[in-house]
């Protein structure tokens, strides 16, 4: 019996995304693929949205998926992220004391 | 008004004599007028009535009560037309009449 | 001698059904065409409509209504008129063309089905009537659109729109197919007549002609101030359906109009919130979005349907938070993706403009207007590169509209919130929790794709921005841009400018 | 979209729907193409919505997947090209005529006049037909909702209202008749006279048959090419000619005026099913088979009236004559449409 793979053996798979960028009026498509990190799909949201609607911050982007905040060097397959899954992408912006 | 009821007239050259015999035709009820520039709002409560008769004194005696509906783009409450006159009604009232007519 | 008094020989003419016995009565009317249900059958003998109209007469007034109309036409189609009309204004009548015309026609099939299978006789005659009055709507619309073709290649959209798959269009053909032309009769008298008629095309037909008379436009607002005229009569059709089935079957009454009610709701934040809040010069505005609505809607309508004994729709809340938000996410979102448009959307978010906006609306600059002013920058950096999408907007599953609904948290902030939903071992999304509810309440849409979904699957090739325009339909010379960048963007030359896209620069 | 899109205004004179047309589009074309975007090309479904929903199931069932097949129906062209304006400056002006003729009449007293067999002749065979022409108008409308064509369902739109006119004028002799004379049954024994008189029987089923006739062509061609010319040549004209005869002008007049209805609808049908034939041959055994199944039916729903109208008429007129008028009056209306030789002139002409 062959063993078997994990989903970090497979080729990247397309996971189309509906995303919302932090303040943005809209949600969005955004395509990423299983073997994206949480700082390249955060990037990948921002892409639309950061400097052309939402004014850009010099913070960390960090993503948010069924309100859990995600590292961002996990990938979107062990996130466990599934196509059509919704996302937040928000800054991570320090709490001020 | 708590029931406001009649007809949104659109504007043109007759609404002022359409409102003056509106107004001729229910002396008892107190005639609201809403000027909205391109329509005209003519409401009072519950129920309102225009006919012919008072129309065509307006509006000259061929003016056909058909041919109120050309001026009409809306109205509030039920509109009960007959060859003499238009009525306007509120469901309630009409609802309640309606109940007596059967009972 | 005179003729006979209508009211002496009508009766005859709405008395014309008999007991079937060559087919059964339920071969006749079947029951998905028609839609009975929990209401007895003989229950519809008493349906009787009180805005009485003979076939005389009907001809002879509308004969009258057209000569008018026409008159103005011509008297109008000699003057400059349409050259000096604001180019917002323009798009406000591309959009009502190519939105409304077609829409018109399917009305047609809803009357022309309803006097067919309408449950009494006197029904559907009164939709015999209908189905005229809608032909004439089609036809007057079509060709008064038709007249502006020589001048801007974006009208050709009045016909043109409603056969191509834009996302505007998608979007308004499940709505109209939903509750025109596919459902029972009972439904469709309470959705169309009742609930559109009396209720949402007023706004567009009456209050937006205010707006037209206030902008020059003489012969359109003459245009749909006449087909509003038709649509107070066959709209009575409406009335004593309601009645009847609001005997015998409350809870499905209640549900038909609460469902048609937020339909149109939604699709009138689409189109007629930005003609009215933006498109319309500013000095011409009579009223906004939501006052109109309020006049028309939110007074005279509910207080309709509490006399009838239903109750507000179970979403109302939602629904009126949604007044101060939904029309203005339509807006940008027109605004940015306006290549997929046949008008030419205007932002309308100079500083004038947006002290009214700020007025009308008190949380409109802190919900839109940060969002506006990073555009204002773009622009103003010669960044129009960044103010063009690259990706679609997620479309609801139910009314297939952008979702861009921002709602308040109880901290304060805004946010654009999920509202999705587990069905069949899928994930749909939708703009609002009202959608999500209708959704999961008839499952209508279930199978049916969006434009995301469409897309998706590879039905859009190539899968690019021009795979995309392509299977909207939309061509060089039509596609929307903004029709005039320095008028909204001059008030804000020269300010402090961070945080804005680089994309011009890299 | 990362570009601003270029705009090269390319004038255009009419709808792109159209084409590259070197002949400008008439009003009646310009107002009447392409309205229905149930019928859009490239559509999954007729409807928006779940592809396997009943709305749209019946639409492929019924229109999309009907027997009756072209390769363009928006070829198709009404012969009197009417719009929704031309409709009703023409019948605002029939309805004048109508108007005319009746104030005349009323003023005259001619229904006081009418002999006792005149009477009996409208109460049998007169105004019943309000019933038989509300279900004709049902059938039109379904042939408009469901026509391939707005080209069609236009023409169907106006032909739907025509038969409202109809029943409104019958309806309005009814009062008249019933005021005249109130012991003559008239305006209270129609109804029992179309449910359950035996001259009535065969064109009540004809109609009911035809109302559940689901598939769009046939519907079509039961009403428009079958029915509805057999029963107007009883109904109108024979009906007509007897009034004449006996010195009942106003009947006469009436159902002269309202056969302008009928030759208006003969016209466009005829029209249409030549275009049939004309874009797909094949049609020709579709038509056939309906063509003959709706005549049995009309042939014995015009004999039914036929023994009425003998009745009445103390035997003035055969029931066989009757009916072989009305068959001939058919026939006349699909003179050589299903004759292959025709071909090339309907060809030609569609």
């Known amino acids: 019996m062959t063993q078997e793979l994990g989903a970090q053996d497979l080729a990247p798979q397309l996971v189309p995304l509906n995303a919302i960028f932090a303040t943005d009026f809209v949600q969005i498509l955004v395509p990423v693929t299983t073997a994206n990190t949480m700082q390249e799909v955060a990037a990948a949201v921002a892409h639309h949205v950061e400097g052309r609607r939402v004014r850009a911050q010099p913070f960390e982007k960090v993503v948010i998926h069924n309100g859990k905040r995600l590292p961002a060097d996990m990938t979107v397959a062990a996130a466990g992220i599934k196509p059509l899954d919704h996302i937040a992408v928000e800054y991570d912006i320090p709490e001020q004391s | 008004m708590k029931n406001p009821v009649g007809p949104v007239l659109s504007m043109c050259d007759e609404v002022e004599q359409v409102i003056a015999a509106i107004e001729d035709d229910n002396p008892g009820t107190d005639i609201e007028v809403i000027d909205r520039g391109a329509y005209v709002r003519v409401q009072g409560e519950n129920e309102i009535t225009v006919t012919q008769q008072t129309l065509r004194r307006y509006l000259g005696a061929d003016f056909e009560i058909r041919s109120f509906e050309t001026m009409m783009t809306a109205f509030n409450g039920r509109a009960i037309t007959t060859s003499d006159a238009i009525t306007w009604q509120s469901v309630g009232l009409r609802k309640a009449e309606k109940k007596a007519a059967t009972s | ?506 | 979209m990362t570009e601003t899109p270029a705009r090269k205004p390319r004038p255009r004179r009419t709808f792109s729907a159209f084409g590259d047309v070197r002949k400008m589009p008439s009003e009646y074309e310009i107002m009447t193409h392409a309205q229905n975007w149930t019928l859009r090309e490239n559509r999954t479904s007729a409807f928006e919505q779940n592809p396997s929903s009943a709305p749209n199931l019946w639409f492929l069932t019924y229109r999309d997947n009907s027997p009756l097949q072209a390769q363009d129906w928006d070829a198709y062209r009404d012969p009197d090209s009417l719009t929704y304006r031309a409709y009703v400056n023409l019948q605002s002006e029939a309805e004048a005529k109508v108007a005319g003729v009746l104030e005349t009449h009323a003023e005259a007293g001619s229904d006081a006049q009418l002999p006792a067999g005149s009477v009996a002749l409208l109460g049998h065979l007169f105004t019943p037909t309000r019933y038989l022409c509300h279900g004709f108008q049902q059938v039109e409308a379904y042939i408009g909702y469901m026509a391939p064509s707005s080209y069609i369902t236009n023409a169907a739109a106006f032909c739907t209202a025509d038969f409202l006119r109809r029943v409104t004028n019958v309806a309005y002799r009814t009062r008249e008749l019933q005021v005249a004379w109130p012991d003559s049954g008239i305006g209270s024994a129609e109804r029992s006279l179309w449910e359950t008189h035996d001259g009535w029987q065969p064109a009540r089923k004809a109609v009911e048959y035809a109302l559940v006739s689901y598939d769009w062509g046939e519907a079509f061609t039961a009403l428009n090419l079958v029915l509805a010319p057999t029963l107007d040549d009883v109904l109108l004209t024979q009906l007509g000619q007897v009034a004449k005869g006996n010195g009942d002008d106003l009947s006469w007049l009436l159902t002269s005026l309202l056969a302008a209805d009928s030759r208006r609808r003969d016209r466009w049908s005829r029209q249409l099913a030549e275009l049939t034939i004309a874009q797909r041959p094949d049609n020709r055994a579709v038509l056939d088979k309906w063509i003959g199944r709706w005549s049995q039916l009309a042939d014995d729903a015009a004999h039914g009236l036929g023994q009425l109208l003998a009745s009445l008429t103390e035997g003035a007129v055969r029931a066989d004559d009757v009916a072989a008028h009305a068959r001939a009056a058919r026939e006349r209306h699909l003179a050589s449409l299903l004759d292959p030789a025709s071909d090339e002139t309907t060809a030609a002409t569609g």
């Open chain 3, 1 to 506: 001698m005179a003729l006979l008094k209508r009211e002496e020989w009508q009766g005859f003419v709405r008395d014309v059904d008999w007991s079937y016995s060559y087919v059964d009565d339920s071969a006749v009317f079947p029951e998905w065409h028609c839609g009975t249900g929990k209401v007895p059958r003989e229950a519809w003998s008493a349906w009787e409509e009180d805005y009485k109209v003979s076939y005389p007469e009907y001809v002879a007034t509308q004969r009258e209504k057209e000569a008018s109309a026409y008159a103005v036409k011509s008297a109008l189609q000699r003057s400059t008129t349409f050259d000096h009309l604001d180019e917002g204004w323009k798009s406000a009548t591309k959009m009502h063309f190519g939105g409304v015309a077609l829409v018109e026609y399917a009305a047609v099939l809803a009357e022309l089905k309803m006097a067919r299978f309408g449950l009494n006789g006197a029904w559907r005659n009164m939709a015999t009537f209908g189905q005229l009055d809608e032909l004439r709507h089609a036809q007057i619309t079509t060709f008064f659109g038709h007249e502006f073709i020589g001048k801007d290649a974006q009208y050709d959209w009045t016909q043109k729109a409603f056969h191509t798959n834009d996302w505007v269009l998608i979007s308004l053909r499940n709505l109209f197919d939903g509750m025109m032309i596919a459902p029972n009769v009972v439904d469709l008298a309470i959705e169309l007549p009742l609930t559109f008629e009396t209720g949402f095309t007023n706004l567009q037909f009456v209050a937006l002609a205010s707006d037209a008379l206030e902008s020059g436009d003489v012969n359109f607002a003459n245009m749909i101030s006449s087909i509003q005229t038709d649509e107070a009569r066959h709209s009575q059709q409406g009335g004593p359906t309601l009645e009847i089935l609001v005997e015998h079957d409350p809870v499905r009454a209640q549900w038909v109009i609460d469902k048609a009610f937020w339909g149109s709701a939604r699709a009138f934040a689409a189109l007629t919130g930005p003609a009215m809040d933006y498109y319309t010069p500013l000095e011409h505005r009579k009223q906004s979005y939501r006052e109109f609505m309020e006049e028309w809607i939110i007074d005279q309508f509910v207080h309709t349907i509490e006399e009838y004994g239903l109750k507000k729709p179970w979403y109302w809340d939602e629904f009126m938070r949604g007044l101060d938000i939904w029309h203005h996410g339509l807006q940008m979102g027109l605004w940015y993706w306006r290549p997929t448009l046949w008008w030419r959307p205007k932002a309308g978010v100079s500083k004038d403009e947006r002290a009214w906006l700020a007025e009308k609306y008190p949380n409109w600059e802190k919900v839109f207007g940060d969002k506006w002013d990073v555009l204002i920058d773009n622009v103003n950096a010669n960044n129009l590169e960044a103010t063009l999408p690259e990706t679609l907007p997620w479309l609801c599953s139910t009314c297939h509209l952008p979702a861009c609904n921002a709602t308040q948290s109880r901290d304060g902030t805004w946010r654009v919130r999920d509202w999705s939903l587990q069905y069949d071992g899928r994930t749909y999304h939708f703009c609002t929790n009202g959608c999500r509810q209708i959704f999961w309440k008839d499952r209508d849409n279930v199978n049916h794709q969006t434009l995301i979904d469409r897309f998706l699957a590879g039905q859009i090739q190539p899968m690019d921005v021009g795979g995309i325009l392509g299977y909207m339909g939309l061509t060089p010379d039509v596609m929307g841009d903004d029709p005039d960048y320095e008028a909204w963007t001059k008030d804000y030359v020269g300010r402090p400018v961070e945080g804005i896209s680089l994309a011009a620069q890299s």
